[in-house]
């Protein structure tokens, strides 16, 4: 979703390092970027696609030491010049990230007021108040404290104005960090934006304006009195982004999934089992668990309730976020809400955060990215070790999600005595031995066979029961995204009572049967779809000797580590199909990474 730099400082390169901000944001998704700088004046340039567009519009040479650029993701109006950021109207340039939901009525007030439109996006309207506001009060600060407090939605600004060589930033419900160096000071929607330049960095809290000059960095509260700011140093080696000779951050990320495995579940089986119950809290108050959030990491929800459930013996309620929000949760003091989500920042996620914390509930984030809203809001963190994720199509997060609700299941089946000593054992060897199980997985050669036997197809289908059901969701979820496929996932025994009216001669059918009790119940299932001409493919931890077109076989390991392996085909399946259609894998069409509106 949109990305915000900006660079106040001493240093003359201001155009350079905002457009090397605007390169490492990139991966959030974009379809338009543009920058403000000033010298005499406040200059604007824009432009349509990739950001290299934008760079070859731009003199280097130009010394400038303040300036704001964005990467647009379209909400209001169509991708065009006119639509992308900056905006600028009257004394106020802005670039913005979320959505002014009371922009129409907002719109119309300033339009009587004599204000024009040049586009049709909110952030041209939300430009336009603030300039009302400091025409009539000639103070920015003042102007900005208005603005809050008439804004509905979501935003995080960057603001120039004419009469002022300083940045100012506020921002509710959409990330921005201040960072700083020796000769100046930044803001931008992620550090890795600025973490070639900046030494430390800070994250502003909602309804805190920040001041920023040149060399000074004021924080106000609303009522414009002076709060402290609270920086900590960069950890560069975390923001690293060489692809390390893959052809796509998406494959090398795959491939780091043996070791994010092991630094997510490492830190809590340092002494077995004992210190799982040690470093984790008590689940045994809990009668009932709410898995909330979105996407991949609400498929992830789907495997941790299936483990929960079953080793556990808690029920496990799990909710897309962005209808948790709104919804009646017939939830108690006796009820844990656990949200997962990779950035930690997405806006319905965190709306559902927010909501059971306010009900008096006991929230969990399990979150990757260190100090995101979530992170610092929940109740309790289980942070997982992904690193950092670059392509929009999640895959080691996912699997660093699914590791950590794995050890949720396992602590609270063995606080309950649900797991004994033998099987314990047996769990702590295959957590000991999954790495290398992950990535015997990942070199299996067969998944480009298959991808070449099925990339030419509109309709795509994915079945499975319990687990492999919610596993299925992903695996269909990962070709939609990147290979623009038409994909479904079915439990394979609903396929029957509609859905298979559309298997014909050729319709890849792929089937994962890894729950032991359900096989033959899957295999039948396939065996239908065959008889009507689809192309089959299994991906499995048995021997099956059914006559299915490919077989994926996949070691076997306990439960509640299977679906570490099994997402593996499913994912390097899509990523293969993705490469023969030459989709752009890393960055989606449409696609954001970290989806911080509604
Ligand atoms: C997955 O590949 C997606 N791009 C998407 O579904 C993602 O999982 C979802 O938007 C949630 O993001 P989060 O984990 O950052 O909250």
Redesign the pocket.
Known sequence: MCGIVGYNGKDKNTLRILIDGLKALEYRGYDSAGIAYKNDEINIIKSVGKINELENKIDFNLNTNIGIGHTRWATHGSVNENNSHPHNVGDITIVHNGIIENFNEIKKELTSKGYHFNSTTDTEVACALIDYYYKENKDIKTSLVKFMKKIKGSYALGIMCKDSDTIYSVRKDSPLIIAKNESGNFIASDTIAVSKYADSVMYLDENVIAEITNDKITLFDKDLKEVESNFKSIDKSTNNTDKCGYDHYMLKEIHEQPKVFRDTVSPYLENGIDSLIDKMPDFTKYNRIDIV??????HTGLVGKNLIEEFAQVPVNVEVASEYRYKNNFYDDKTLVIV???????AD?LAALRKAKNDNIDTLAIV?VEGSTMAREADILLKIKAGREIA????K??SA?VAMLSLIALNLASAKGNIDKEEMKVILKDIKELPVKIENTILNSDYKNIAEAIYKNDNIFFIGRGIDYALSMEGS??LK?ISYINSQAYAAGELKHGTISLIEEGTPVIGILTEENLILKTISNIEEVKSRGAITTVITNSDINNNFDYNIKIPKVHKLLQSLLTIIPLQLISYEVAKLRNCNIDQPKN?????TVE
């Not at 997962?340 to 997405?346: A, P």
């Not at 696609?591 to 989806?595: E, F, P, Y």
């Open positions: 959030a979105c996407g991949s990491a609400y997962v989500s990779q950035s930690g920042e997405t996620t990757n929009v199509a999640t895959t997060a996912y999600q979820l990962k995204e696609l954001a990474k970290s989806v």
